[in-house]
C-alpha cells in the first residue's frame, strides 16, 4: 500500500498514517520530499494532526533514495522522540518503516520500537 507512494519521489518523503482504536486507518498524511540525504520529522505536526482525527495510533514510513533501507541513528532518534511524544498523550507509534527500492526495514522487527 506505501510502497507506490515513494516510487518517483525524487529525494527523501514522510509518510504518516493515523489509526484508529481498531487500527483501521483514518487518516494519511504525506510531508514534501526533501532533496537532501533525510527527512524531516516535523512533530508538531504529526501530533497536531493526529489530535485532530483523534488518532490513537500511528505508522510513519519514509525513503532512502540510496537504496539502503538500513535506519539512520537520526532515523532512530527522531523515532524514538515521536514515540514518547505520541505516547504521552495516548497515541501509539506502532511502526516505521523505511522502502529503499524493492526493500523494506521495519522499526518493530528490528527491536528498535
Not at 17 to 29: N, Q
Not at 43 to 59: E, F, H, K, N, T
Not at 86 to 105: E, K, P, Q, T, V
Amino acid at each position: 500500500m506505501l510502497r507506490p507512494l515513494f516510487v518517483d519521489a525524487g529525494g527523501e518523503k514522510l509518510v504518516v498514517l493515523h489509526l484508529d482504536v481498531e487500527r483501521r486507518m483514518i487518516g494519511l498524511d504525506e510531508g514534501p520530499v526533501d532533496n537532501e540525504d533525510s527527512v524531516l520529522f516535523p512533530m508538531r505536526a504529526i501530533i497536531g494532526a493526529a489530535l485532530a482525527l483523534d488518532a490513537r495510533g500511528l505508522v510513519i514510513a519514509h525513503n532512502h533514495p540510496s537504496g539502503d533501507p538500513r535506519p539512520s541513528r537520526a532515523d532512530i532518534r527522531a523515532t524514538r522522540r515521536l514515540a514518547e511524544t505520541a505516547g504521552a498523550l495516548d497515541i501509539r507509534l506502532h511502526d516505521h518503516l523505511i522502502f529503499a527500492g524493492a526493500d523494506c526495514r521495519s522499526f518493530r522487527e528490528l527491536g528498535l520500537l
